[in-house]
């Protein structure tokens, strides 16, 4: 059976799109058949941030309606070929998704995949819910601020109330904390929460800690999840956050303030 | 040296079980209904059986299903989760069966012996159980302890709100809104273990709480209609 793993966080622009990209294809480059799926619908960006925009004909729509079979919809990564996105359509909206045409989609992914990432769209709305409603765990992807600590909350509230775990009454959703564009220098200097203090507001176990990089702007922007990066910071400790999502021990590295070298204080940079 | 063991008298409270009916069929429809409303608040709670509807009335009202099955009975709450620990008021072939059970036979109070035929109803004041809540009580979310009180293990975020009939007591972090005395009676309290809160309303009085600094105990009462806080301090 694969496991479903939902990326979500209440709160927009906070890198759920950018994690579910790395995530699915970190897991894909430690030898696991994944599947990453867009639940935006109506604001299709999965696909562009994995660099297949051009070969999407058939979406999850499409499927859900029967207009499709799943395995022309789904798409093979150039990269890694455990890899598969299910894109979604740009031309619909949410109410385009049930539990039931979701459901029948999901039961069919367990067939040939290992693992089923859910990219979330923003907000409590039926989107968010359809993304959340099958996950067995979920990433919940949080920036170092307080609106987006709060709305974090929120989302662990819908999990705990109307997931399919809370409402059959089975193990709850086992919920990972992902802290993304931290910066030790400004939380040094007061202005961005630590890692204790939304530990600490949110109660549920640290998977990972992402560092600000200008690295996940550029990758987003060639298309290329930023974990292939090995040079990057960002694309680093993406690698280090699927190890421990999938049971390794790593610690938590880029927790120092990075020194600027002379050369780059007098240029810029 | 002191001695490895003693024996001591001591009282406690415990939950009454109380059968209407010998019809363990039914008693096991309901108990699966209720079991669900009320999600995990009783798992494992120790229970005192409470036949005294049962042997205090007329023996042949029930005669369709015949006398109650303790056994079955027993094994019908240890089935769900709830561990009774013993039985009150029962006929002595009951007694017998509840301690081949396991059970400890319990006497009532002289006062409410067996032959006196009081109703039962009217021997206890009506009450709610207090409503336990044991995971964080996230933003958004409400929780509401109908007819009594309410007490939360867990931290209770901003964004929250707890309410209750009755008092609330806070033992996480209080970082929400709490409101006691949600019906309206003023003689309801509010506890917190470490206080943080944006606000508390008792029977419609509140006040609201600038973002602080770490969190204190506090306790809120009201006085001439004034909601009052106060730092906890135990008298040791």
Known sequence: MAKIIVVTSGKGGVGKTTTSASIAAGLALQGHATVVIDFDVGLRNLDLIMGCERRVVYDMVNVIQGDARLHQALIQDKRCDKLHILPTSQTRDKDALDKQGVGQILDELQQSFDYIICDSPAGIERGALMALYYADEAVIVTNPEVSSVRDSDRILGILHAKSRRAEQGLAPVKEHLLISRYNPARVAEGEMLSIEDIQELLGIPLLGMIPESESVLKASNAGTPVVFDRESRAGQAYADTVRRLLGHDCPLRFLEVEKKSLLKRVFGG | ?236
């Open chain 2, 1 to 236: 040296m002191m001695a490895a063991f003693e024996f001591r008298g001591s009282a406690f409270s415990l939950p009454v079980f109380q059968v209407n009916t010998a019809d363990v069929e039914r008693i096991s429809q309901e108990l699966e209904q209720r079991l669900l409303e009320s999600q995990q608040f009783f798992v494992n709670a120790p229970l005192v059986v409470d036949v005294a509807p049962l042997t205090l009335r007329n023996a042949d009202e029930d005669a369709s299903v015949g006398p109650l099955d303790i056994a079955t009975l027993v094994r019908l709450l240890r089935q769900a989760a709830l561990l009774p620990v013993g039985i009150i008021h029962g006929t002595p072939a009951m007694e017998q069966a509840a301690v081949a059970e396991g059970l400890a036979v319990l006497h009532a109070s002289a006062q409410h012996g067996h032959e006196k035929k009081t109703p039962v109803r009217s021997r206890r004041a009506p009450r709610t159980p207090t409503m336990v809540v044991g995971h964080p009580v996230r933003a958004g979310q409400q929780i509401y302890a109908q007819g009594g009180d309410l007490v939360v293990l867990a931290a209770v975020n901003a964004g929250a709100e707890v309410a209750a009939d009755g008092d609330i007591h806070i033992y996480g972090p209080m970082r929400g809104k709490a409101l006691a005395g949600a019906q309206g009676d003023t003689q309801t309290n509010i506890f917190c273990h470490a206080f943080a809160g944006e606000m508390l309303v008792i029977a419609g009085h509140y006040r609201t709480f600038e973002p602080s600094h770490g969190a204190v105990p506090l306790q809120a009462w009201l006085e001439n209609e004034q909601l009052m806080v106060a730092p906890i301090e135990c008298i040791s």
